[in-house]
């Protein structure tokens, strides 16, 4: 295990050596998480996905580090999806096209999308400890 | 009482309840995926449609393995650890004293893989044939993270109790024993609490979903998470009646962060109410003091002129004449003042009374203003504990509602037993048992 690996640097090396995932779609998610981490907004729909595959991933570590009666990584584990969760919320608002606030302010959603963006970053540069055993 | 594959005795009241649970569940998914544009969304390759549903609640062969989901949870209800969850507990020596070796199911080595039915098995004979080779080994098949969460959590239970028996049973001099069994209680109460947390950070998943829900994001993403909230609430009942539905579950209620908030809210409202019983007793004591004299007060304006005018009365019975004979006729004073002394008592009294009745009205208004102010500030004091008692009420019956969601968590189990119906039905039953 190698403890200096961001959250950012562990799962773009899990997206890239997930054999399951095709060429075309790997290669879409590894795009969304290097614009995430340079601080850019992705496109919607890929963001969507990577979002869901990513969820889908946690579940298999949660799955594992339960079995495995792993209290430290089950409380990290629980630190970063309370931190997912508040992503995924400001992800809804940003891309809700029924946020009157957003659409009729482009200010507050250029506001909101930096701190979201900046939220990603924060998460993404963390030091997961111990999950890159799990991925 | 009826005897489950499970083993766990499940009373018919228990049955019923359990049995409208999952189909009220069956019925809120089904619901769910008749919604405009959802029948035929695919979720992990598998479709979803309203018939496959149908028939997954019409088919009481499929049902059952549903509730045997289900009944998985009540091991709670169960006898013992070791007849039940095959928690074996251990005192084996090793070089630096004892270790406690705690055998839960999927270590002992029984299970590993879960046999696979044989494809030559017709479908209607398929459930005999989980009940019958699965049986022993069902607590190894593979299960949604939900489900190993809280089977997990029941497990650590029973350790517990099982650990807190040793230890209560060791011999207080044989220090070794006594510090390995703290420090193994201590270290499962450790991934006890790691569970807990990693279920409320769940719970706060499906509450997002919710909240996006009610922002009516139509997104894909939006309605696979609604979905996800949607089950979790459904299928939350039938886990409302398993992990969190058992008596001796509730006690453990406490140890949920949520649910704890509530005995602490409990706690600080008590508090609350004695800080408040402290401050006010005092003043309530003043104005019972106060209220008292009030009332002796009034009582002498109301009955002062009746006691003036027997005093008043009294004094006809002395006679003024032989006041004036001992006037004239003695020359010694003490006898005159004898003489005179009933009389001058009743007109002190007299004085003193209608002194008394006269400055009673102002004591009284003195008092009143000083048990208003004494009222004021009870009431002030027991206005401010009771919204902070509210406040605490109010938080802990947030709580109890974040706890409640908290039997959501088996959201996942019960999508997924129903998406494997749907998938295949007729082989449902093998995806139940193998994952």
Known sequence: MDNNKTVYQTMREYVENNENLPDETKQDYLNCLDQLNQGKLPDQETMKEVSAYLDHEMELIEEAAIEDHDSDLISKLADIRDSRNELEKAVFMIYDPENKEYQESPEVKDKAIKNLLSKISSVANSQPVAVADKL | ?435
């Not at chain 2, 590993?112 to 989980?130: A, C, N, S, V, Y």
């Not at chain 2, 109301?302 to 009365?313: D, I, K, M, S």
């Not at chain 2, 129903?418 to 998938?423: D, E, K, L, M, P």
């Open chain 2, 1 to 435: 009482m009826q005897e489950l594959y499970t083993g766990a005795e499940i009373s018919p009241g228990d049955e019923q309840v359990l049995g409208q649970a999952i189909h009220s569940a069956a019925d809120r998914v089904r619901k769910l995926i008749e919604q405009p544009g959802f029948g035929k969304k695919t979720l992990d390759n598998s479709l979803l449609t309203t018939q496959a549903l149908n028939e997954a609640r019409e088919s009481r062969e499929i049902i059952d393995p549903l509730r045997r989901v289900v009944y998985e949870h009540l091991s709670g209800k169960q006898r013992s650890v070791e007849d039940v969850l095959g928690c074996k507990i251990n005192v084996v020596p090793d070089e630096k004293g004892r270790l406690i070796e705690i055998s839960l199911p999927e270590q002992q080595g029984e299970g590993g893989d879960l046999p696979i039915p044989p494809d030559d098995i017709p479908d209607d004979q398929l459930l005999e044939w989980g009940k019958k080779n699965i049986r022993s080994k069902e607590t190894n098949q593979s299960q949604p993270v939900e489900s190993k969460l809280f089977t997990r959590l029941v497990q650590i239970e029973h350790a517990e109790d099982g650990l807190s028996k040793k230890l209560a049973e060791a011999d207080p001099g044989d220090l070794i024993a006594v510090r390995t069994l703290s420090e193994a209680l201590k270290s499962i109460g450790k991934e006890r609490a790691s569970l807990l947390k990693l279920a409320n950070a769940r719970i706060n998943g499906v509450t997002t979903a919710d909240g996006v829900r009610s922002g009516a994001l139509k997104t894909k993403l939006g309605d696979t998470a609604v979905k996800t909230g949607e089950a979790a609430g459904a299928a939350g009942i039938a886990a409302a009646v398993t992990y969190f539905g058992t008596p001796r579950t509730l006690f453990h209620l406490v140890d949920i962060p949520h649910i704890a908030g509530i005995s602490g809210h409990i706690e600080n409202a008590r508090n609350i109410v004695t800080a408040a019983n402290i401050s006010m007793a005092p003043i309530k004591e003043a104005l019972s003091s106060a209220t008292n004299q009030i009332g002796a007060l009034k009582e002498l304006i109301a009955n002062g002129p009746a006691q003036l005018q027997t005093l008043f009365e009294g004094l006809k019975g002395i006679s003024i004449d032989s006041i004036n004979s001992a006037l004239e006729t003695s020359k010694n004073a003490p006898d005159v003042l004898n003489k005179l002394g009933p009389l001058l008592d009743k007109l002190n009294s007299m004085q003193s009374l209608t002194s008394q009745i006269n400055s009673a009205p102002g004591q009284i208004s003195g008092l009143q203003q000083t048990s208003a102010e004494s009222i004021g500030q009870i009431a002030k004091i027991s206005g401010d504990a009771l919204r902070s008692t509210s406040g605490e009420q109010v938080a802990a019956t947030r709580d109890l509602v974040i706890g409640a969601v908290a039997t959501t968590l088996s959201a996942a189990s019960f999508s997924d037993v129903v998406r494997n119906i749907a998938s295949a039905p007729g082989r449902a039953i093998k995806k139940l048992f193998n994952g």
